[in-house]
C-alpha cells in the first residue's frame, strides 16, 4: 500500500488536472489482501485497475526478500504486460507507461510496445540520488556499507552512515542486494523520473537533481502526494502544507538570527584581542622606557661619583703632573657603556 497509495493519487491528478484516463496495471502481489482491493474499488471510474495474470514464484526461497519478491514478479510479468499495452494501444492513444521502482524491469515491455518509459519514484530525492550512484559506489566498494569507516557522501545530500544505508543494500551477497543495483541501472533507461518530494523541503538535493545531467532521465517534482478523499481532507492537507512553510520560515529566520549573533560575538572577540594587544605593546612600551631612564639616572650617578672622586685626587695629588684630568676618565667611561 505504501507505493499504491501515491501512484492512485499521480492517477487522479493526471485525470483532474489534465483529463487522461488512467490504466492502473496490478501484480498479484499488489492485490493480495482485502485492503488492497477495496482501495482499488474504490477509485474513481477514470482509473480502470488491470489485474495481470499469477506467475509462479515457487523456486524461490521462502527466507527472499520482498524486493526480490517484487523484482521477478516483475520480470516474469514482462511478456504479459507487453500484451496489455499493445491491446491497449488499439483502443486508445496510449502517452506513456509508468513503473514502480522495483519495477524498472518492464520498461522492456514499453519499448517492446513503442511506448515511452517513466520512472514513479515514491519516496524522497535522497534515496533516489543513493539509486542513481549505486552503480558506481557498488563497482568500487571493497566491504558491506555498515563496515564503512566514513559515511557515504551524494550530492546536494547529508552524509549517510554506512549503517543508515537502505536494509536491501546492507548483504551485498544476498539476491536483494544483486536487484537493487540491477534496477539502478534500469533508471537510466527511463525517459523521465517523477518524484514524490519538493524542492523546499530537500533544497539543495532538488537543485542538483533537476538539472540535466548527461546519461541522465530528466527528474520532475511531482509532490506531496498526500492520499485526498473529502473536501475537509484536502482543506487539512493545504492547512498542514502552510503550517510546514511557516514552521520552515520561522526556522530560517532562528538560523539567520543566530548567524548574526555568533558573527557579532566574533567581531567582539577579535576587537577585546586586538585592545589586549594594544595594551600589551604599550605595556611593553612603558617598561622599556622605564627601564632607559633607570639606565640613565645609573649612568648619570655614576659619572658624578666619578667627577667628585676625581676632583678630591686632583686637590690632594698636584704635585703628579703626569695624572690625566679626571673629564678624561668620565670620557672613557661614556664609551664604555655605548650611549
Not at 139 to 160: D, H, M, S, T
Not at 247 to 253: D, N, Q, R, Y
Not at 267 to 275: H, P
Request: hydrophobic share 35%; charged share 30%; glycine share 4%.
Amino acid at each position: 500500500m505504501g507505493h499504491l497509495i501515491p501512484l492512485a493519487e499521480l492517477a487522479k491528478l493526471l485525470v483532474s488536472k489534465h483529463g487522461f484516463t488512467v490504466t492502473l496495471m496490478t501484480s498479484p502481489s499488489s492485490t493480495a489482501s482485502k485492503t488492497q482491493q477495496a482501495f482499488l474499488s474504490s477509485l474513481p471510474s477514470s482509473i480502470s485497475p488491470l489485474y495481470l495474470p499469477t506467475v509462479s514464484l515457487s523456486d524461490l526461497l521462502l527466507s527472499a526478500a520482498p524486493e526480490t519478491r517484487m523484482s521477478e514478479e516483475a520480470v516474469r510479468l514482462i511478456p504479459a504486460i507487453t500484451s496489455e499495452l499493445k491491446e491497449l494501444k488499439t483502443r486508445h492513444n496510449v502517452m506513456g507507461f509508468v513503473a514502480d521502482l522495483f519495477r524498472a524491469g518492464t520498461f522492456d515491455a514499453a519499448r517492446d510496445a513503442g511506448l515511452r518509459s517513466y520512472l514513479f519514484f515514491p519516496t524522497n530525492l535522497l534515496t533516489l540520488s543513493l539509486m542513481l550512484h549505486l552503480p558506481e559506489i557498488d563497482a568500487n566498494l571493497k566491504c558491506e556499507f555498515k563496515e564503512l569507516a566514513e559515511p557515504v557522501q551524494l550530492p546536494g545530500c547529508v552524509p549517510i552512515p554506512g549503517s543508515e544505508i537502505l536494509l536491501p543494500l546492507q548483504d551485498r551477497s544476498n539476491e536483494c542486494y544483486k536487484w537493487m543495483v540491477h534496477h539502478s541501472k534500469k533508471y537510466r533507461e527511463a525517459d523521465a523520473i517523477l518524484v514524490n518530494s519538493f524542492d523546499e523541503i530537500e533544497p539543495d538535493a532538488a537543485k542538483i537533481l533537476c538539472q540535466p545531467e548527461p546519461d541522465r532521465p530528466p527528474v520532475y517534482l511531482i509532490g506531496p502526494l498526500i492520499q485526498t478523499g473529502s473536501t475537509e481532507n484536502k482543506a487539512g492537507t493545504a492547512e498542514r502544507i502552510e503550517e510546514s512553510r511557516k514552521k520552515k520560515l520561522k526556522e530560517e529566520k532562528e538560523k539567520e538570527k543566530w548567524r548574526k549573533e555568533i558573527q557579532d560575538m566574533q567581531m567582539r572577540d577579535r576587537l577585546e584581542k586586538a585592545k589586549r594587544e594594544e595594551e600589551r605593546r604599550n605595556a611593553a612600551r612603558c617598561m622599556a622606557e622605564i627601564e632607559k631612564q633607570e639606565a640613565d639616572a645609573a649612568f648619570w650617578n655614576e659619572a658624578a661619583h666619578m667627577a667628585d672622586n676625581a676632583g678630591a685626587s686632583n686637590q690632594h695629588d698636584n704635585e703628579n703632573e703626569e695624572d690625566e684630568p679626571w673629564w678624561d676618565e668620565i670620557l672613557q667611561y661614556v664609551k664604555s657603556q655605548d650611549l
